[in-house]
Structure formats: structure tokens, C-alpha cells
């Protein structure tokens, strides 16, 4: 049987995301590292961009973004449990955690990464990039491809005005997850599942990895770091989610952190996406930032490129809330009341967003 090739890095955010998933599925896989020539050869002819990771599948085909390389597989291998969580309410917390961990925890993963790692990273693109070259030239290298990364900081928000308030941020929401983790030992339950995947993203390559990083967590929330050798390891697909649909009550606070920090940046996003959409032909492709919002992150306060893609995840989260029945829908409500989303139940894009090319576009 010929194995799916994930093409990607240690040091990347979204490889972890896609290597823990892979892992815990058990299904024949191998990673190859990004090197300059896998760029070249596979990533830019067949994706159209500089993006990683990157699947291949026993057929040949590519397959860009963690969410649709999930997908794929999940499709494929019909292997059970399935990844994503079978109680509709657990689905879309599902997707709402994936919207928070992809698309928000980016910010303090980025600020630390720059801030308090820069060296290590570039060392790290290097070795990435020209794994033949000197440690002193992958350096070179590394600081050279690494600044297209560190440039993303002030288009996240990532300013001296608002970094007192991400470390502010990020620490409570070690202090919050780590709470959680003292009675499950997983995001839903006692076994992982697709949040827990999306999580493990920005907590493993740069929040765990990184030195600087680790070395936080490790002092501040230690379980969230032995959580993160738990995924890591691949997780066996054993052990339960609450069959009864119901969501951890010590998930509340981290959703509720979600709803009064990303939720605003949303809503800013969704409206200058409805003015760019006026002037847009069907089926344009979204330009990656449609203005700029202001982020609020306890207290800090300033500017914010309005990115596209996190409408996307939203879009997958309104989704999944829109699937609910009646039943459901009352029990999704009700712990939208209690995280302060009761805006998400009204909340809907202007227009309807897809992927083609691998990119967004309007649908």
C-alpha cells in the first residue's frame, strides 16, 4: 500500500495540526520536510502558493488546508471513531474551537515566536530549507525565509500596544485549559478528537516546541504540556465522548474568552467583506485582507489586517450550527447564553464564501 506523503516542518504550525491527526488515525503516512526542491518540484506547480503542509495521497492527489486534508482522509479511510464528534452540539463546538485555535491563538503563537524565539526559528528555517549547507549559512537562510513570517505580526495585531494584553490572554487561557485538562484529558472527553487536533496547532510547534515558549508553558501549565505529549505520542482512538452531546462545563470559560476576543474581529471582518463583495464579480477570488479592525485583547486595543480566512472557519462553524435540530438547536443556545455568543445564533455572511484553487472565493 503506498503511504500519504505530508509534506511540512516541525517548526509549523499547521504540519503539527495534520501530523497529530495522522497519528492518532493510524493510517500508512511519511512526512517530508519542505525543502526548497519540494517547494519548487511539488508545492508551487500543483498548490499555486508558498503554504505547508501539503498532502499527497496514495492516488497522487494534492491536497492543500488541514481541514480539507482531515477531511480526505476521514472520506477515504472510513476508520472508526470518526475524528469528528458524532453529537451535532459537540460538532459545532467542534468547529467553533477550530475557528479559535487556527484562526486566534495564531496571535500569541506568532508574538512569541518573534519575540522571544526569533534566532531559534531562523535557525530552524534554515536547517528546513538547505539541510546541506554550514549551520552559520542555514542561519542565513532562515533569516532571509523566516521574515515573510515575522512580517505577518502587525497584520494579527501583534503591536507594543497589544502585546500586555495577548500575554495577559494566553497565560489565563493556559490557567483555563489546564483546569479542564484536571478532569478530562482531552478537549471533549477521554479520547481526542478533531478539537483537539486544531488546538494542539498553535500549542505544539510554537508554544511547546519553541524554547522560550516551552519553557512557559512547562512552568505555568504543565498539564497543558503533558496534554500536548499525549497528542503527540498519537493518541489511541479508544476511551469516550459524552454520549449524551453535551460539552465539558470547564470548556466555558475558554469559549467564553473566544466569544468576547475573536467574535468582535468578526464581526468588523464580515462588513468590510460585504462592502468589498459590492464591487467583487461572482466567483472573485478574496484578496487576503479586506481593510483593517481593531482587536480588543484584554484592554489592549489596536489595529488588525481584517483577514479573510477566519470567515471561512466561521462559515464551517455557522454550518454545523445551522445543521442542529430543534433539540439541539436549544442545548447550542443555551451554552451560547453562557459564553456571551448569543450574537453567533444571528450572525451570518453577507455572502457565501468557498475554496477553488486553493483559495478563497466567493461562492
Known amino acids: 500500500m ?23 488515525r493510524g493510517v500508512p503516512f511519511h512526512e517530508e520536510g519542505a525543502t526548497q526542491e519540494v517547494y519548487r518540484d511539488i508545492i508551487l506547480p500543483n498548490v499555486g502558493w508558498p503554504v505547508i503542509p501539503v498532502m499527497k495521497t496514495p492516488a497522487g492527489g494534492i491536497v492543500q488546508d488541514t481541514a480539507e486534508i482531515i477531511a480526505h482522509v476521514e472520506a477515504a479511510e472510513q476508520a472508526q471513531p470518526p475524528v469528528m464528534p458524532e453529537g451535532s452540539v459537540q460538532r459545532f463546538v467542534s468547529q467553533l474551537l477550530q475557528l479559535y485555535a487556527d ?3 495564531v496571535i500569541p503563537a506568532m508574538h512569541y515566536r518573534w519575540t522571544y524565539n526569533e534566532d531559534f526559528a531562523y535557525q530552524e528555517f534554515g536547517a528546513l530549507s538547505a539541510p546541506e549547507l554550514s549551520k552559520p549559512e542555514q542561519y542565513e537562510v532562515g533569516r ?12 494579527l495585531g501583534v503591536s507594543a500596544t497589544t502585546i500586555p494584553g495577548i500575554e495577559k490572554s494566553y497565560e489565563a487561557f493556559l490557567k483555563e485549559f489546564s483546569t479542564h485538562l484536571e478532569v478530562h484529558p482531552y478537549a471533549l472527553g477521554d479520547r481526542a478528537s478533531f478539537a483537539d487536533f486544531a488546538l494542539y496547532g498553535p500549542l505544539y510547534a510554537h508554544l511547546y516546541r519553541d524554547p522560550a515558549s516551552g519553557e512557559i508553558m512547562q512552568r505555568l501549565a504543565p498539564k497543558v504540556a503533558d496534554w500536548v505529549e499525549r497528542v503527540q505520542a498519537g493518541s489511541p482512538s479508544t ?9 465539558p462545563v470547564t470548556l466555558t470559560p475558554i469559549l467564553a474568552r473566544q466569544m468576547r476576543e475573536q ?17 467583487a464579480e461572482p466567483g472573485a477570488f478574496l484578496p487576503r485582507a479586506v481593510g483593517q479592525i481593531e482587536i480588543n485583547i484584554e484592554n489592549s486595543i489596536g489595529p488588525a489586517a481584517a483577514r479573510t480566512f477566519p470567515l471561512w472557519r466561521l462559515q464551517a462553524a455557522l454550518d454545523a450550527y445551522d445543521a442542529l435540530n430543534d433539540e439541539a438547536r436549544a442545548r447550542a443556545d443555551a451554552l451560547l447564553g453562557r459564553i456571551g455568543g448569543s450574537p453567533l445564533k444571528e450572525f451570518r455572511l453577507p455572502v457565501r464564501l468557498t475554496r477553488t484553487q486553493n483559495r478563497l472565493a466567493l461562492a
Not at 4 to 24: C, H, M, N, P, Q
Not at 239 to 247: F, Q
Not at 263 to 279: I, M, N, R, V
Open 2 to 24: 503506498v503511504d500519504y506523503i505530508l509534506y511540512g516542518a516541525e517548526v509549523s504550525y499547521f504540519t503539527g495540526k495534520a501530523r497529530a491527526y495522522f497519528s492518532w
Open 144 to 155: 532571509k525565509n523566516g521574515q515573510r513570517f515575522k512580517g505577518a505580526l502587525p497584520p
Open 239 to 247: 476511551g469516550d465522548l459524552p454520549a449524551d452531546d453535551t460539552i
Open 263 to 279: 467574535l468582535p474581529a468578526l464581526h468588523q471582518t464580515a462588513q468590510f467583506l460585504e462592502d468589498w463583495a459590492k464591487e
Open 103 to 105: 484562526e486566534w491563538l
